[in-house]
């Protein structure tokens, strides 16, 4: 009897919601999206969604390079089973989203990112190319959202209006239309186009090229070096630096500095529980 009442105890506090923003908010939130007609904004690898093989998820960062939830000892636990890619572009509509709440964390399986908000996306119509045989493709949101506003600016950054990204590739040249479609970086990209192939960057650097400066975008497999706006140079990643702990009554380094960069967004922790 003690153990089946310690097994319920564990249950239920693994799914007590996980959100800071209220009912009401999150009701308002996703009946704003409902049927809405988006675009990727990045190109997207895509597989299995840890362990649901009902869905798919879309990541910009590749899966051995991304984890959104760890074992018992802290250690990355990455998802599996990556396919292919989706380009820049590609049309879904938003079919639902779903915040870490109590009825949320109760149909979600324990080997999945259960406390990041989820959004359902189904291909539209015009969509051509994409795998079949999986109910939804989900795009994870990150798990610190507080408010309405962190979470329109979320989907902002992952999702862009019907037309907006195709219209704005069918501008660029046919060899950097190639390259965000395949997920590479080459000379001659601006920023913009770097993101929407390769997804934002965890890290910048700041370095020289002789008196040029060169702004350096750092991800796990390479980083890219700009001067100005333009790609000069890919070049193999150098290893992550640690982070730097700024010493008792010192002022911190400025976030994105090379010294003291935020962590990579490609990293995200468990959330500790949080009343219903």
Request: charged fraction near 20%; aromatic fraction near 8%.
């Given at each position: 009897?003690?153990?089946?009442?310690?097994?319920?105890?564990?249950?239920?506090c693994?799914c007590?919601s996980?959100?800071?923003?209220?009912?009401?908010?999150r009701?308002?939130?996703?009946?704003?999206?409902l049927?809405?007609?988006?675009?990727?904004r990045?190109?997207?690898?895509y597989?299995?969604?840890?362990d649901?093989n009902?869905?798919?998820l879309l990541?910009?960062?590749?899966f051995?390079e991304t984890?959104h939830?760890?074992?018992?000892d802290g250690?990355?636990i990455?998802?599996h089973?990556?396919r292919?890619?989706?380009?820049?572009?590609t049309p879904f509509v938003i079919k639902?989203?779903?915040f870490?709440d109590?009825?949320?964390l109760?149909?979600?399986?324990?080997?999945t990112?259960r406390?990041?908000?989820?959004?359902y996306l189904?291909?539209?119509s015009e969509a051509?190319g994409?795998?079949?045989g999986?109910?939804?493709?989900?795009?994870?949101?990150p798990?610190d959202l507080e408010s309405e506003?962190?979470?329109?600016k979320a989907l902002n950054e992952?999702?862009?209006?019907?037309g907006e990204?195709?219209a704005?590739?069918?501008?660029?040249r046919?060899?950097?239309?190639?390259?965000?479609?395949?997920?590479?970086?080459?000379a001659?990209?601006?920023?913009a186009?770097v993101?929407?192939?390769l997804g934002?960057p965890p890290?910048?650097?700041?370095?020289q090229n002789g008196t040029i400066?060169?702004?350096?975008?750092?991800?796990?497999g390479r980083e890219v070096w700009l001067?100005?706006d333009?790609?000069?140079e890919?070049?193999?990643a150098?290893?992550?630096?640690?982070?730097v702990?700024?010493?008792?009554?010192?002022t911190?380094p400025?976030?994105?500095?090379?010294?003291?960069?935020?962590?990579?967004?490609?990293?995200?922790?468990p959330a500790p529980?949080l009343?219903p």
């Amino acid at each position: 009897m003690k153990l089946l009442t310690t097994t319920l105890l564990l249950l239920l506090c693994s799914c007590a919601s996980q959100t800071r923003i209220p009912a009401p908010v999150r009701a308002a939130i996703s009946a704003r999206h409902l049927g809405r007609a988006v675009e990727l904004r990045h190109s997207c690898y895509y597989g299995d969604l840890y362990d649901e093989n009902e869905k798919w998820l879309l990541s910009p960062y590749p899966f051995a390079e991304t984890y959104h939830i760890v074992d018992l000892d802290g250690a990355p636990i990455h998802p599996h089973g990556q396919r292919g890619v989706i380009p820049a572009g590609t049309p879904f509509v938003i079919k639902e989203i779903e915040f870490p709440d109590t009825a949320a964390l109760a149909k979600r399986m324990l080997t999945t990112p259960r406390y990041n908000p989820w959004v359902y996306l189904t291909p539209a119509s015009e969509a051509v190319g994409l795998p079949a045989g999986r109910s939804f493709f989900i795009l994870l949101l990150p798990m610190d959202l507080e408010s309405e506003t962190t979470v329109e600016k979320a989907l902002n950054e992952a999702l862009a209006p019907k037309g907006e990204v195709s219209a704005w590739l069918a501008a660029r040249r046919p060899t950097v239309q190639a390259a965000i479609g395949n997920k590479e970086a080459i000379a001659g990209m601006s920023e913009a186009e770097v993101v929407a192939a390769l997804g934002s960057p965890p890290r910048w650097f700041a370095e020289q090229n002789g008196t040029i400066p060169v702004r350096v975008a750092w991800y796990p497999g390479r980083e890219v070096w700009l001067e100005k706006d333009t790609v000069t140079e890919v070049k193999p990643a150098r290893p992550e630096p640690a982070p730097v702990v700024a010493p008792p009554g010192s002022t911190p380094p400025a976030a994105g500095a090379a010294s003291g960069s935020p962590p990579p967004a490609t990293k995200q922790q468990p959330a500790p529980p949080l009343s219903p």
